[in-house]
């Protein structure tokens, strides 16, 4: 990819803070985008933005926010805009992981009797509806302009049908098929949606030490930036409604045959191909 494959553009990344937001933070502002930092640790947005201080301070804006309140993430986009001349870029990266519930959920799985009421209505509040949010309050701006990417960070379908993993799984595949209809409603408009899966478990703070899983193991987050740049520029224009496999991006090869390579269709589109509805 050339430099400042970005120039001009204006994104909104949340969970900024955290292992892949950090990577993709970095990586729009060396393509030249500016950037608005959205996480609910104060703590962490002042590491990102210390970690950044040699970018031109005037492309990179933290904001504490919590995605999971509708208004908070009105105010975000509308502050960007203000702040930042605009918004061509939303990635929906912020989630809750698992360890919130137990850090050794991944070698004894979380059973439902572990799980509160509480603790699921926040996991829903942000990993599903905090992506609602974001995705409501950019909208507007995004179709009045007729350009727009939309990116969803999402998890294998593994994962999502796993035992023991609720409630992030079925949070991430209700976000799979809100994706794959944004990708619908939207076409012809010029913002695109797609999501990207880094293709396993990833050496960021959601695979805790008592994982049972070695970190030479795990998947460098830096393998999201390539795809999410990719589809992030204008060579994608026309490209929506694909998931992409992180990990599978090979670059070696040149990004569009790279591209092919790693996507298939958001969702299960094999199920509706004989619908339950009238006349189908």
Same mark, same amino acid.
């Given at each position: 990819? &050339?430099?400042?494959?970005?120039?001009?553009?204006?994104?909104?990344?949340?969970?900024?803070?955290? &292992?892949?937001?950090?990577?993709?933070?970095?990586?729009?502002?060396?393509?030249? *985008?500016?950037?608005?930092?959205?996480?609910?640790?104060?703590?962490?947005?002042? $590491?990102?933005?210390?970690?950044?201080? *040699?970018?031109?301070?005037?492309?990179?804006?933290?904001?504490?926010?919590?995605?999971?309140?509708?208004? *908070?993430?009105?105010?975000?986009? %509308?502050?960007?805009? #203000?702040?930042?001349g605009g918004l061509?870029?939303?990635?929906?990266?912020?989630?809750?992981?698992?360890?919130?519930?137990?850090?050794?959920? +991944?070698?004894?799985?979380?059973?439902?009797?572990?799980?509160?009421?509480?603790?699921?209505? #926040?996991?829903?509040?942000?990993?599903? =509806? $905090?992506?609602?949010?974001?995705?409501?309050?950019?909208?507007?701006?995004?179709?009045?302009?007729?350009?727009? #990417?939309?990116?969803?960070?999402?998890?294998?379908?593994?994962?999502?049908?796993? @035992? $023991?993993? /609720?409630?992030?799984?079925?949070?991430?595949?209700?976000?799979?098929? +809100?994706?794959? =209809?944004?990708?619908?409603?939207?076409?012809?408009?010029?913002?695109?949606?797609?999501?990207?899966?880094?293709?396993?478990?990833a050496d960021t703070?959601?695979? %805790?030490? !008592?994982?049972?899983? =070695?970190?030479? /193991?795990?998947?460098? !987050? @830096?393998? +999201?930036?390539?795809?999410?740049?990719?589809?992030?520029?204008?060579?994608?224009?026309?490209?929506?409604?694909?998931?992409?496999?992180?990990?599978?991006?090979? +670059?070696?090869?040149?990004?569009?045959?790279?591209?092919?390579?790693? #996507? *298939?269709?958001?969702?299960?589109?094999?199920?509706?191909?004989?619908?339950?509805?009238? &006349?189908?």
């Amino acid at each position: 990819m &050339g430099d400042q494959l970005l120039d001009g553009k204006i994104a909104i990344v949340t969970g900024a803070a955290g &292992g892949f937001g950090r990577v993709l933070v970095r990586a729009l502002l060396a393509e030249g *985008a500016k950037v608005t930092a959205l996480d609910v640790s104060e703590a962490g947005l002042a $590491g990102l933005k210390n970690d950044l201080a *040699a970018a031109d301070p005037d492309r990179l804006l933290v904001k504490l926010a919590d995605i999971a309140d509708y208004a *908070a993430c009105h105010e975000a986009v %509308t502050e960007t805009i #203000r702040k930042q001349g605009g918004l061509h870029i939303l990635i929906n990266n912020a989630a809750m992981g698992m360890s919130a519930i137990r850090a050794d959920h +991944m070698i004894r799985g979380v059973s439902i009797q572990e799980i509160t009421p509480e603790m699921w209505q #926040r996991f829903v509040a942000v990993n599903f =509806s $905090g992506n609602w949010n974001m995705t409501r309050a950019a909208i507007g701006h995004l179709l009045a302009q007729r350009w727009g #990417r939309i990116i969803n960070i999402s998890t294998s379908f593994f994962t999502m049908l796993r @035992a $023991g993993f /609720q409630p992030y799984s079925p949070c991430k595949a209700g976000l799979e098929a +809100m994706s794959a =209809s944004h990708a619908k409603e939207f076409a012809d408009t010029g913002v695109t949606v797609n999501v990207v899966v880094p293709g396993g478990p990833a050496d960021t703070p959601m695979t %805790t030490e !008592p994982s049972g899983i =070695s970190r030479n /193991q795990l998947i460098p !987050p @830096a393998v +999201m930036a390539p795809p999410i740049l990719w589809l992030c520029s204008a060579a994608a224009d026309a490209v929506t409604g694909n998931r992409y496999v992180a990990a599978e991006w090979d +670059m070696s090869l040149p990004a569009e045959e790279a591209e092919q390579r790693c #996507r *298939a269709p958001i969702a299960w589109p094999h199920l509706a191909l004989k619908p339950v509805w009238p &006349g189908g």
